[in-house]
């Protein structure tokens, strides 16, 4: 059986129930759809109420426990031997449960789809530097996921056997946005599971502004670290995640406080370019976590 989970939080979620739903009926391979609401606002309760009572299962948190405590949750509420996690703001193609379904036979431990933009909202500033990262970073071929295994997962739409998530768990000390899906990645490498990067990308359907999205990243560098904190004494996970390879290079080399200077010096600049989508890259946005990361984990 694959138990599909869908942590809810915020979001209509009636589109990709119903688009579950009819895919499901056309697989032998059993299927149960669980959601687990993670503490929405009342209106989106409400809004979901109906599709969320077509589910096989749904609980309702009455506090917001976050993105890796939540996805430990669904092994108390589901039954499959195959856990498939989306997020729920993706929407989905045609075939996409029967790619994964047919994934079984090869007996893997842990089968990632991808994630694709659409370019919908291209050519509209506001978008410009979610879907610039997104499309430059994020949506990889898979080529490109299957030579880098651990790097290129994502929690947004991946597949795991029930006993690998049981062994290894989400870190619940990560109560905030971002890297969870990091430390997973690293954990999994560590143990040398065998992950299968497929072609069958998830859309992301709600595509952030450049403002909301710079939000985000800089509560995922605060997250990340908190997690630097309690990892320090595993050298591999630094070597395993680029800007923590950078930091502590430039601290060893003594200039990682040149380099929070500089980043002092030109946030307010790089933080409104970014903002209103002007000379946007990945290497300025690169520097600017960096600079953000030093500068945080120093105070």
Known sequence: MISICIPVYNYPVAPLIGSLFQQAKTLDTDVELVCIDDHSDEAFLQQNKEAMSMTDKQV?????VGRARIRNLFLEHTQGEW??????????GEDFLRRYADTLSSQPEVVVGGVAYEAEKEGDKDYSLRLYYGKKVESRSVRFRNRHPYRSFM?????????????????????????EDTLFGYRMQQRGVRILHIDNPAVNGNVETNAEFLTKTEEAVENLVK????????PAFCLSVKLLQTYNCLRRAGVAGMVEDAWLRWKRTLRQQLTEGKKIS?????FYKLGLFIHLNKH
């Open 227 to 234: 997690i630097y904190r309690f990892m320090q004494d595993e």
């Open 83 to 92: 856990l498939l996690f989306l997020d729920n703001d993706m929407r989905i």
């Open 282 to 286: 990945v290497k300025k946005f690169n």
């Open 155 to 179: 929690t947004g739409n991946f597949m795991i056997r029930r006993s690998l998530l049981e062994s290894i768990g989400f870190d619940d000390r990560i109560t905030g946005y971002g890297h």
């Open 60 to 64: 309702y948190l009455d506090e917001n």
